[in-house]
C-alpha cells in the first residue's frame, strides 16, 4: 500500500534488502528518502526499544510510515525519523523511572499507538511528495492489464540449455521491485518473451504463455539454475511465481509488427524497458489468435510441506525430516555467512520460532523456518507460530524452496506473512457418539 501510495504521487519506491522493513523514496526533485516501514492488521505498531539509539550512517533512516492495512491510503503517518526517535526515548525512560529493576536491553519489545503518531498522517511532505497523488495515464493497472510480459535475456539465463534438458515450464521469474510487481496475483494472465536477435536459435518473441500462481516474494538468495551472469542473477531477489507453458516454436516479434493493433505494444517499442512488460486487453485478444488455447488455470503457488515436530504438514515423515533438516542448514548457513550470527536451533522448545541468531552488534533474529521440496513457498504456521509473528518484532519466516536440491532462502517480514495468512485447519470437539 505505501509503495503504491508512493509512486501515485510522483515517486518512486524500492523496498532495500535486508531483514529490516526499510524503503527507498525518490522524490520528485530526485532526493532519496529512506523510510522504515511498519503495518498492522490491529492493536499497536510493534517495534523494539532499540529504536531509541541513534543509528549509523550506513543504517540511515529519514522517516517511518505507520500503514494500518485495514484502512486506505490517506490514513498512512509519515513521520520524521528524528522525532520518533525522540519519542520512543522518552517512553523507555519513563517506562525505566517507573521500576529501575528493569532492564531496557533484555527487555526489548516496544509499541506505538495511533495518538503518537496521528498528527503525522497525510504529512508526504515529509519525503518530498505533493499532498495530492499524481495521475499516471500510461500506468498498468488491474482493470486495464491483459496479461503481464516476463522478459528473459538468453545471453543472461540459458534458456536454450533449459529447453533442451526437457524442460517445458517456467516455475517462476525474476522481476523488478516497482509499482507493477506489487499488482501481480494469482491467477492473472502472462506471456514469456525473450530479447535479442530477430532470428538465430533463440528469435525474439513470445515463448512461452500462462498464468501467474502467486504474488511476488524476496528471495535472499537465488539459486545458480540456469543463470548464465551470476552479477544479475545476485542481483534479481523478486520472484513470481507461474505456470508457463513454453511454445514448440514462438510466436516471433516478426510476426507481432505485422498487426496493426499492435503497434503500441510496450516490448516492441521499448525492448529494454520494464521486466514485468505488459499487453492490454486488446492487445491480448490480438495475440491471442496467434497462440494455441489457453491453458486452464491451476492451484495457487505450492504444495505445503512443513517438518515433524516443527508444525503440522503434509507429506510422509522420512521426506518431512530431510526437507527439515536441510532447510535448517541452509538458514542457519545464511545467517552466519551474511550476518555473522551465532546462530542456536531452538526448535524443539515450540517457542514459535526455530533458530535465535544473535548479530555481532547484539541485534536478535528469532527465525521460524520452513522448507519445501519444490519451488513454491507455499507453508503451513501453527498457531504459536503465527502469534510470534503479531507479537514479536524480532520474528523473522525464512522459507527454503527445493531444499532437497538447490536450496533457495527466502525471508519474509511480519506483515508479508500476516497480510496473506489464511486459515485452513479447524478444532472441532464432538459429542461422544
Not at 65 to 81: G, K, Q
Not at 127 to 146: F, K
Not at 232 to 259: F, G, N
Not at 269 to 283: D, I, L, M
Request: proline content about 6%; overall charge negative; aromatic content about 8%.
Amino acid at each position: 500500500m505505501f509503495e503504491a501510495e508512493v509512486r501515485r504521487r510522483g515517486g518512486t519506491a524500492q523496498r532495500m534488502p535486508g531483514l529490516e522493513a526499510v524503503v527507498e523514496v525518490l522524490d520528485c526533485d530526485a532526493r532519496v528518502h529512506r523510510v522504515r516501514l511498519k503495518t498492522k492488521k490491529s492493536g499497536d505498531w510493534q517495534d523494539t526499544k532499540k529504536s531509541r539509539l541513534v543509528r549509523p550512517p550506513h543504517r540511515r533512516i529519514d522517516a517511518w510510515a505507520f500503514v494500518d492495512v485495514r484502512l486506505d491510503a490517506s490514513n498512512i503517518s509519515i513521520v520524521e525519523h528524528d522525532w520518533m526517535r525522540k519519542t520512543i526515548a522518552a517512553d523507555v525512560d519513563a517506562w525505566l523511572s517507573r521500576d529501575p529493576s528493569r532492564n531496557a536491553d533484555t527487555e526489548t519489545h516496544h509499541r506505538i499507538t495511533d495518538a503518537q503518531v496521528i498528527d503525522w498522517r497525510g504529512r508526504w511532505d515529509v519525503i518530498g511528495l505533493s499532498e495530492m497523488p499524481t495521475v499516471r495515464h500510461d500506468s498498468v493497472t488491474v482493470s486495464n492489464l491483459g496479461a503481464w510480459v516476463f522478459k528473459c535475456n538468453p545471453k543472461t539465463w540459458d534458456l536454450e540449455t533449459f529447453v533442451a534438458d526437457g524442460h517445458t515450464h517456467i516455475e517462476d521469474w525474476s522481476v523488478a521491485n516497482n509499482y507493477r510487481s506489487e499488482l501481480i496475483q494469482h491467477g492473472q494472465r502472462a506471456l514469456f518473451w525473450v530479447s535479442g536477435a530477430e532470428d538465430g536459435a533463440m528469435p525474439r518473441g513470445i515463448w512461452g504463455y500462462g498464468w501467474t500462481t502467486g504474488r511476488r516474494r524476496f528471495v535472499a538468495q537465488p539459486y545458480e539454475g540456469y543463470w548464465e551472469d551470476d552479477d544479475k542473477r545476485i542481483d534479481s531477489q523478486w520472484y513470481v511465481d507461474t505456470d508457463l507453458h513454453l511454445l514448440d516454436a514462438p510466436v516471433t516479434s516478426a510476426e507481432l509488427k505485422q498487426i496493426d493493433r499492435l503497434s503500441d505494444l510496450e516490448v516492441l517499442r521499448q525492448p529494454v524497458g520494464s521486466n514485468p512488460s505488459w499487453v492490454s486487453q486488446s492487445e491480448l485478444a490480438a495475440i491471442e489468435d496467434l497462440l494455441p488455447p489457453w491453458p486452464e488455470l491451476g492451484k495457487p503457488a505450492g504444495t505445503p510441506i512443513t517438518v515433524s515436530e516443527r508444525g503440522a504438514g503434509f507429506g510422509d515423515p522420512v521426506t518431512n525430516k530431510l526437507i527439515e533438516n536441510a532447510a535448517v542448514d541452509a538458514v542457519t548457513n545464511y545467517y552466519r555467512d551474511q550476518y555473522h550470527c551465532k546462530v542456536t536451533d531452538v526448535g524443539s522448545q515450540k517457542l514459535g520460532w526455530d533458530l535465535s541468531c544473535v548479530a555481532p552488534d547484539g541485534t536478535l533474529y528469532r527465525v521460524e523456518v520452513k522448507g519445501v521440496a519444490g519451488g513454491k513457498p507455499s507453508i503451513l504456521l501453527t498457531r504459536n507460530e503465527l502469534r510470534s509473528a503479531r507479537e514479536d518484532p524480532n520474528w523473522e519466516l525464512a522459507v527454503v524452496t527445493k531444499a532437497l536440491s538447490s536450496p533457495t532462502v527466502s525471508i519474509y517480514y511480519p506483515e508479508d506473512v500476516l497480510d496473506v495468512a489464511e486459515s485452513m485447519v479447524y478444532r472441532v470437539d464432538l459429542p461422544p457418539v
